[in-house]
Nanobody
Framework: QVQLAESGGGLVQPGGSLRLSCAAS????????MAWFRQASGQEREFVAT????????YYGDSVKGRFTISRDKAKNTLYLQMNSLKPEDTAIYYC??????????????????WGQGTQVTVSS
């Protein structure tokens, strides 16, 4: 089992920045990939970014490319999401996710077995 805990959400003005963190605990040695998803009110959960834990390969969703940066600290078992140039449409609950099985569709929420509780990000003036 892997436990995930997000932090860093909050209220920010358009054009501002936030940094989300996700601390992993439990059987973290078996982590294959970790990702960020988000879900706006009344909408489907959307892929944001993912990183392969071993070699650091990264994939982004089209809506955040060039504005968001995913990274990890393997020593701390922590995942990050640096969000810049935030827009009102970025408002959502942001979830951290992880999986231990190689392969699969990394951008699909169905790929990920472990999920955090989520952290609210609100972009508004």
């Amino acid at each position: 089992q892997v436990q995930l805990a997000e932090s860093g959400g909050g209220l920010v003005q358009p054009g501002g920045s936030l940094r989300l963190s996700c601390a992993a605990s439990g059987r973290t040695f078996s982590t294959y990939c970790m990702a960020w998803f988000r879900q706006a009110s009344g909408q489907e959960r959307e892929f944001v970014a993912t990183i392969l834990w071993s070699d650091g390969r990264i994939y982004y969703g089209d809506s955040v490319k060039g504005r968001f940066t995913i990274s990890r600290d393997k020593a701390k078992n922590t995942l990050y999401l640096q969000m810049n140039s935030l827009k009102p449409e970025d408002t959502a609950i942001y979830y951290c996710a992880a999986d231990s099985v190689p392969g699969g569709i990394l951008t699909s929420r169905n790929k990920y077995v472990y999920w955090g509780q989520g952290t609210q990000v609100t972009v508004s003036s």
